[in-house]
Each structure stands twice: as structure tokens, then as C-alpha cells.
């Protein structure tokens, strides 16, 4: 089972400055409302830097985080924020890089949390409003009530930080709700099946019913869209929407396995489908309805987040370009290097990774028409891992927890 980065936990940021054009003068950091100042960050007379592409400018502001023994996680990049964990705080900057809010959890303790693939607490955009914290531990009975694993669910608003709900998925004694890879689905393992469960972005709980004639094996969110994930002893093999399932989605009958590969946390979804032995093949669908957008001829491997421009009228996964009527693009063929786009902005202008066995990466450079470009990539430097509005492309180094925000040059 793939598990996110982002369920790794960022832990504390150590300096935050901003430039202007006229000014290098560094930037307070404010606290939100009920916040004290005491995890604030130091100010600095530079603005932490990292190389990048001659596609974009110097920083503008960035922000160091302390680096430890596993890479850093990259933040949640919106139109708006630029999202992170800190420690048992979740906090968000605005495209000047001051702090827009924070916000707490009911936490669990070092001794108490649970540890593993999952990564605890791990951040999740989960609809184009609202971003989920999910924490996992052992929990103290109450009387003679037995402890148990529960799976706690925080869910903030992304333009102000105020708490839309915190629910609590309670488990058993030896073992907690499992998170899904997609959004905000959940499963408990069980006799004779498990329970597949989902949080909606208001904080509405759901326990999904069986799919008649299939075990099931988990669930997902697809914002406020729910869907079972089936299968048979610890092995997923399709998924059921509203009125819809893999084997009605899939390109043929002889596409028996079926999987959720992505979703933009809002309306769309990508299916992965498998003919056994055979090569997988790919559909983008608008997950209310399971209509069929587009039919892409290429493989996101590993990724399972569609990153979306600021005003989410586009979006981009591995080699995948979608536009805002879901239709995606391939970008790269058969016999060149193998491309995975990073970021998007709203008028389609694309950057991203192409790379090669045994040679150097280099920076590929979509344009708003679709024409391709690569650039150099300094070293050490790496592709963006968002966009904010006017143009900010948001830079991150999982190792050395460098952030930046680079305005984007004109292509």
C-alpha cells in the first residue's frame, strides 16, 4: 500500500522572512486569534534560499524548517496558503509569507501515538475549503470502559483556520481505523469483514454499507463524495461510487482489478485499471456521477494527489495536464524522458521533472498552449511543489526544509 509523504509530521519552524522590491526589511509573523506568541518564529535579515531554474526569480520570502532523519513532507500549496504541520500546531502563510493563522488538535501524546507507515499526525487537503489533520493513538477508557486505538479527524477551514469539527473513529484494543490513501476514508478490520468508514468535509461520519457480493477493504473521499474500496483477504481489487463501480467504469470486461489511483479533493478522481498480467490503463471520471472525462494514454506510477492550480481550473499528476473539463494531456512519448509535472498555473503553464536513467534532470516547462521547453536545473535544485496567486511558485527541500516562494518569469 503507497502512503503519502504528507503523513509525515513537520515539527517546528525556525525562520521566516519576506522581501519586496523595495524593502528586504523582515516580516512579522502575527498570531492568530487565542494564539500566543510563544511559537512564533525567529525573524532573520535573510531570506532562506535554494536554487532554482532561470524560469523563476529570487525568492521573495521563505521559511526554514529544522531537518531530521526523513525528509520533510512538502506543504499543502492553494490559491491562498501554503499550509504545514509544526509540531501539535497546524499554521498557514499568506502569499506575503506572514502568517495567516494556526490552529490546535486534540492531540495525542509521543507515548501515546501510534507509530508506523501511517505517520502520524499526517495533514490532508480534503475539498477546496477545507484541510484535514489526522491523528492516531491509544486512548484511555473512561470507568471500566477498556482503552482502545482511535483515529482522530480535525478539519479547518483553509481561508481562516477556524475548526469546522474534530471527530474521534474509535477502534478496538489492538487496533485503530486505518487511514486510506485517498482523502479521508478509513478501515477497521474485522470478522466476518471490516468497516469501511469516511469523514465528509463537514465532519459528517458515514459507515458504508457492503457491497453486496464483494468483501470490502476500505473506503475514500473524493471531496464530499464517498466511495467503497472491494476486495478479498487484505487484497483491494475494485471500488463502488454512487450508482457506479469498476466493473461498469472499466474499459473492458477483461479489466478485472480495479483501483482509486487520485483526486483533486474536489470532483474528479482517476481510475487505474488492470487486465491480470496485462498493462494497467488509465480514465479520469467526475466522481458525483462516474461520467468518463478523458481516456489518458500514460502512467502517474506512484502519484495520488492531483495538484491544482490556484483557481483550480487546472490540474496536473505524474506525465498527466488536465484541463478544467477533465481532459487530460500526456506530456512526453515513448523513447523520451519520463516527465512528472509538480505544478500548475491557472492558465495551464506547467513545470515539472523530466528525467532519465544515468542522466542529469532537467526542468520541463509546459506552456499555456502546450508547447514544450526544458531548462537546467542547478544543483540541488528541484521542480515547484505548487502555485499560489500572481504567479508564486512555491520551492521546497525535503532535506534541508528550505521554502521559498519564486515569482515565475515569463515563458
Request: hydrophobic residues 35%; aromatic residues 6%.
Amino acid at each position: 500500500m503507497r502512503h503519502r509523504l504528507a503523513h509525515l509530521a513537520l515539527i517546528a519552524v525556525t525562520s521566516v522572512t519576506v522581501t519586496t522590491a523595495c524593502s528586504s526589511s523582515p516580516a512579522s509573523t502575527p498570531p492568530s486569534a487565542g494564539a500566543s506568541d510563544a511559537g512564533a518564529p525567529a525573524e532573520s535579515e535573510h531570506v532562506p534560499a535554494l536554487p532554482v531554474a532561470d524560469r523563476f526569480g529570487p525568492a521573495t520570502w521563505g521559511l526554514l524548517l529544522p531537518t531530521s532523519e526523513n525528509p520533510s513532507p512538502p506543504p499543502i500549496v492553494t490559491s491562498e496558503r501554503v499550509i504545514f504541520l509544526e509540531g501539535e500546531k497546524v499554521r498557514a502563510l499568506g502569499p506575503d509569507g506572514k502568517q495567516a493563522w494556526e490552529g490546535t488538535w486534540n492531540a495525542f501524546t509521543a507515548d501515546t501515538r501510534s507509530g508506523g507507515a501511517s505517520g502520524y499526525p499526517f495533514l490532508r487537503q480534503v475539498s477546496p475549503e477545507v484541510v484535514a489533520v489526522v491523528d492516531g493513538g491509544r486512548a484511555s477508557g473512561e470507568g471500566l470502559d477498556r482503552d482502545s486505538y482511535d483515529t482522530r479527524v480535525a478539519l479547518f477551514k483553509i481561508a481562516d483556520g477556524s475548526l469546522v469539527k474534530e471527530v474521534v473513529l474509535q477502534g478496538t484494543e489492538g487496533e485503530a481505523p486505518q487511514p486510506g490513501e485517498i482523502d479521508l476514508g478509513f478501515y477497521l478490520g474485522g470478522d466476518p469483514q471490516g468497516t469501511a468508514s469516511v469523514v465528509l468535509p463537514s465532519g459528517e461520519v458515514k459507515e458504508l454499507p457492503p457491497v453486496e457480493g464483494e468483501g470490502t477493504e476500505g473506503a475514500a473521499t473524493i471531496g464530499n463524495t464517498a466511495m467503497t474500496i472491494t476486495g478479498d483477504y487484505g487484497g483491494a481489487s475494485g471500488f463502488a461510487g454512487p450508482g457506479y463501480d469498476s466493473a461498469s467504469l472499466a474499459p473492458s470486461p477483461k479489466h478485472t482489478l480495479a483501483s482509486v489511483q487520485a483526486s483533486n479533493a474536489d470532483s474528479w478522481f482517476v481510475g487505474r485499471f488492470v487486465v491480470p498480467m496485462g498493462e494497467p490503463a488509465y480514465r479520469v471520471f467526475d466522481s458525483s456521477s462516474g461520467d468518463l472525462l478523458s481516456e489518458p494514454d500514460c502512467d502517474p506510477v506512484e502519484a495520488d494527489e492531483i495538484v491544482m492550480s490556484p483557481s483550480r481550473s487546472w490540474g496536473v499528476l505524474g506525465p498527466m495536464r488536465i484541463d478544467s473539463e477533465g481532459k487530460a494531456t500526456c506530456i512526453g512519448e515513448e523513447g523520451q524522458r519520463k516527465v512528472r509535472l509538480t505544478a500548475v498555473t491557472d492558465d495551464g503553464r506547467s513545470f515539472g521533472l523530466a528525467s532519465q536513467s544515468g542522466g542529469d534532470d532537467v526542468l520541463v516547462d509546459v506552456s499555456a498552449t502546450g508547447d514544450i521547453s526544458t531548462a537546467p536545473l542547478p544543483e540541488g535544485a528541484a521542480p515547484p511543489v505548487g502555485v499560489m496567486k500572481d504567479g508564486l511558485a512555491i520551492h521546497f527541500d525535503a532535506h534541508t526544509g528550505t521554502l521559498t516562494a519564486n515569482p515565475i518569469m515569463e515563458g
